[in-house]
T-cell receptor, first 110, second 115 residues
Framework: KQEVTQIPAALSVPEGENLVLNCSFTDSAIYNLQWFRQDPGKGLTSLLLIQSSQREQTSGRLNASLDKSSGRSTLYIAASQPGDSATYLCAVRDDYKLSFGAGTTVTVRA | GAGVSQTPSNKVTEKGKYVELRCDPISGHTALYWYRQSLGQGPEFLIYFQGTGAADDSGLPNDRFFAVRPEGSVSTLKIQRTERGDSAVYLC?????????????FGPGTRLTVT
């Protein structure tokens, strides 16, 4: 059974600092990995999707890397802003279903 | 175009009652998924439909839970004899295809509270 772990569980940084969020998974036989953002009481917003053949994906201030062989992904958020405060979830897809981590809750202090 | 929609957005019910949660996937998406998210945790897989049939229902916690997708589009998750432990956010997602690297698109969820 796929196990997904996110460290740290919570993170608080001052505005402008770069954020580094980690995700690890136990079974490397995945099709892709997705990073999501979730605001309190809201649904999931997809941020980046990395196919298993890719090493990284970038969108604006966000960059995600994938090392499938070691079972790790990292989400980098450059120059954080208070609006980046949210919970960030990573999910790996094996065949058809997604297995999620518990998330990292980020607070960016103004 | 329209995304995945779910109704109701919130549902409060008494212990022992029956509830139905509805999901409208993105038009043309053949695959549909239900997940459940408990407080402070990531979503957990419940069931996967490819077309009208449930290809994998291994995530349903027990036989009080059942889901249908009779015409290969809208899906309904049904919970009988609800228990307080069923309180969670129920998320629906759809994708163009099932197996493989297709991206899943999520709806806003239904928050179920069992009192």
């Amino acid at each position: 059974k796929q196990e997904v772990t996110q460290i740290p569980a919570a993170l608080s940084v001052p505005e402008g600092e770069n954020l580094v969020l980690n995700c690890s998974f136990t079974d490397s036989a995945i099709y892709n990995l997705q990073w999501f953002r979730q605001d309190p009481g809201k649904g999931l917003t997809s941020l980046l999707l990395i196919q298993s053949s890719q090493r990284e994906q970038t969108s604006g201030r966000l960059n995600a890397s994938l090392d499938k062989s070691s079972g790790r992904s990292t989400l980098y958020i450059a120059a954080s802003q208070p609006g980046d405060s949210a919970t960030y979830l990573c999910a790996v897809r094996d065949d058809y279903k997604l297995s999620f981590g518990a998330g990292t809750t980020v607070t960016v202090r103004a | 175009g329209a995304g995945v929609s779910q109704t109701p957005s919130n549902k409060v019910t008494e212990k022992g009652k029956y509830v139905e949660l509805r999901c409208d996937p993105i038009s043309g998406h053949t695959a549909l998924y239900w997940y459940r998210q408990s407080l402070g945790q990531g979503p957990e897989f419940l069931i996967y439909f490819q077309g009208t049939g449930a290809a994998d229902d291994s995530g349903l916690p027990n036989d009080r839970f059942f889901a249908v997708r009779p015409e290969g589009s809208v899906s309904t998750l049904k919970i009988q004899r609800t228990e307080r432990g069923d309180s969670a956010v129920y998320l629906c997602a759809s994708s163009l295809g099932g197996a493989g690297g297709y991206e899943q698109y999520f709806g806003p969820g239904t928050r179920l509270t069992v009192t």
